[in-house]
């Protein structure tokens, strides 16, 4: 269970996440949702330890993150897969997926990892030895997914893995994301395709101006309800 707890955070003066609280339940899949700007990265970042936390904190199976570095993190179990993919376009696929395992805990299952990568995405392994900046945007997204994943991770955090794709293709990563349920991870969906992130979904937020405006079960969710509010002033 990730518990985060009357969260504030931002960029050094100007605070963007105003007492924010949330469960993320062990093997279910919780999204957030939101227009732009709502604040959604930059929960993840603060989760990540990416930003540090004014007030409130984060805690993931008991052991609180206040203070952790990101590189702990992975080595606690807890791997993201950020907006805009972040492949390093000058290495392989191949490669890019290994550093997803590179902290000293998480080697050993390196190459069984990578398989499991390879076997969610074949096209990846068609193109191991190809460089990661010859990649299309889907492919691009596939290989972060796989990258995230090299790490086995209890929690996987995902912003944004539709942005700028084709429909097919964002179908083929939805996909992905039900069977990573099925397989027990705890996940955290952020997604602006709302119908998508609600039909994978266990528990749904919005997040507007840096508040969880509105929290329910996906199974609950009138979609239009949903579409009118996210669209408020
Ligand atoms: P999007 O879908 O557009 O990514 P979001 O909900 O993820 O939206 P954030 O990226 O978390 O929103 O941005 C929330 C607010 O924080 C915005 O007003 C944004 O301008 C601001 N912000 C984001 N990153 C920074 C930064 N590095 N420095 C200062 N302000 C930032």
Redesign the pocket.
């Known amino acids: 269970m990730l518990e985060i707890k009357d969260v504030r955070a ?2 050094g003066a ?1 605070n ?1 996440l105003w007492d924010v609280s949330l469960s993320v339940p062990q093997g279910q899949l919780t999204t957030i949702v ?1 227009p ?8 993840l970042r603060a989760i990540m330890g990416l930003i540090p936390l004014t007030q409130g904190s984060i805690s993931f199976e008991g052991r609180p993150l206040g203070g952790a570095s990101t590189w702990d993190l992975l080595g606690q179990g807890i791997a993201m897969i950020p ?1 805009g993919r972040m492949v390093f376009k000058d290495m392989s696929i191949e490669e890019n997926l290994m550093l997803g395992a590179y902290p000293k805990s998480r080697r050993a299952g390196a190459k069984a990892n990578c398989e499991k990568a390879y076997a969610l995405f074949p096209r990846l392994k068609e193109r191991r030895t190809q460089l990661a900046g010859t990649l299309s945007g889907g492919e691009a997204q596939m290989l972060a997914m796989g990258r995230g994943l090299m790490s086995d991770p209890h929690l996987l955090i995902i912003d ?1 893995p539709s942005l700028g794709l084709a429909p097919v293709i964002v179908n083929e990563l939805f996909d992905v994301l039900a069977q990573l349920k099925k397989e027990g991870r705890t996940i955290v969906l ?1 997604e ?1 395709n709302t119908h998508k992130a609600v039909g994978v979904a266990d528990h749904v937020h919005l ?1 507007q101006g840096g508040k969880i405006q509105f929290s329910q079960a996906a199974a609950d969710v009138d979609i239009e309800a949903l579409h009118e509010l996210y669209f408020a002033r």
């Open positions: 931002g960029y100007i963007v939101g732009n700007g709502a604040g959604k990265t930059t929960l907006e944004e952020v602006q997040m």
